[in-house]
């Protein structure tokens, strides 16, 4: 747990930190238990039951026999897999709490994703004694998104007197479960093909960010100099360009550059290292409000700036890395 306000001034021992901490053990076993997709994939809930259901989707694809389509619809199981992991994490531990299995400490109640104006903190808790004050807001995310809640919105994050994130491990596609599915041999092929398409995708989010960054670097800088002038803005063909420029590849292939930039952005935000995420947020809900993010679609096209980059890492460069990655 990380916590970033304390004005309870409340430490282990407390019967509502100790809580809070019980929640977050709970959330670390919720993660663990979601990798036995066979045994929850008939879940009556609805989120557990999907992210079973691409997870099983996933391991059933063969890499060796069906190369092509394990190519192309592995790549968008695995996009899914990660948002729907966190969700069914969240939803084992809800379940518990709203079924009575983690009752909150005598004189407190909790609600589970209650909305306040633009944002939803996953658990909110009363001091019932004290009139039903909020005392505590909590955020539960993976252990790779460390001050997620700083990208959300609502002045609760700012001034509740407790406000922590609680962790849980975040999704390594290898430890799926699925056992009897397969042999020995066939599992070892597929966790191998895993791996090198969690590489792949480590790779091109990276070159993502490092583009990303430079772009958003320039934003930066010519948004700064008009900050205060409302009628000096940049047009949307305007940051088209610098990410043209910046990514080295063109816009004009594909069919909506708003839309592909929105979608870049929409990834940066979840990344690590997006140094400029303020300004990535301004890009965002300013110029494009009006416009659906299309992720799939920027990710081609940050796929193909990769491909036409220098950075790009093929043949024996591309194995060295990968056994790299794998000692790691």
């Known amino acids: 747990m990380r916590v970033y306000r304390n004005e309870l001034q409340i430490g282990p021992g407390h019967i509502l930190y100790d809580y809070i901490m019980s929640i977050e053990e709970r959330a670390r076993y919720a993660a663990s238990e979601m990798y036995d997709v066979r045994r929850y994939e008939h879940c009556n809930n609805a989120k557990i039951a999907n992210w079973c259901q691409t997870a099983i989707a996933c391991a059933e694809l063969d890499p060796i026999a069906q190369p092509e389509l394990?190519?192309?619809?592995?790549?968008?199981?695995?996009?899914?897999?990660?948002?729907?992991?966190?969700?069914?994490?969240?939803?084992?531990?809800?379940?518990?709490?709203?079924?009575?299995?983690l009752p909150p400490p005598m004189g407190y109640r909790i609600s589970v994703q209650e909305t306040h104006g633009n944002t939803r903190p996953d658990y909110v808790i009363r001091d019932v004694a004290a009139g039903g004050d909020t005392v505590a807001w909590l955020d539960l995310t993976s252990r790779q998104s460390v001050r997620h809640i700083f990208r959300k919105d609502g002045v609760g994050w700012r001034r509740t007197p407790f406000v922590a994130e609680l962790f849980y491990s975040p999704l390594i596609l290898s430890n799926i479960s699925t056992a009897g599915d397969y042999s020995i041999a066939q599992r070892a092929a597929l966790n191998s093909a895993i791996r090198r398409q969690e590489m792949r995708q480590r790779l091109l989010t990276e070159h993502m960010v490092r583009c990303a960054n430079k772009a958003l670097g320039r934003l930066y800088s010519?948004?700064?100099?008009?900050?205060?002038?409302?009628?000096?803005?940049?047009?949307?063909?305007?940051?088209?360009?610098?990410?043209?420029?910046?990514?080295?590849?063109?816009?004009?292939?594909?069919?909506?550059?708003?839309?592909?930039?929105?979608?870049?952005?929409?990834?940066?935000?979840?990344?690590?290292?997006?140094?400029?995420?303020?300004?990535?947020?301004?890009?965002i809900f300013t110029f494009y409000s009006q416009i659906h993010s299309c992720k799939n679609d920027a990710m081609r096209y940050v796929r193909d700036s990769y491909m036409e980059s220098g950075d790009y890492v093929t043949g024996e460069a591309l194995e060295r890395f990968f056994a790299q990655m794998e000692a790691e």
């Open 222 to 283: 010519v948004l700064k100099r008009v900050t205060g002038n409302p009628h000096a803005v940049m047009s949307a063909a305007q940051i088209a360009r610098v990410f043209e420029e910046e990514f080295h590849c063109g816009l004009l292939r594909i069919y909506n550059h708003q839309q592909i930039v929105k979608g870049i952005l929409a990834e940066y935000m979840t990344a690590h290292r997006n140094y400029y995420h303020a300004t990535a947020r301004y890009v």
């Open 70 to 101: 394990y190519s192309e619809y592995h790549e968008t199981l695995v996009r899914n897999m990660y948002m729907q992991y966190g969700s069914a994490v969240e939803e084992y531990v809800n379940i518990e709490i709203d079924n009575g299995a």
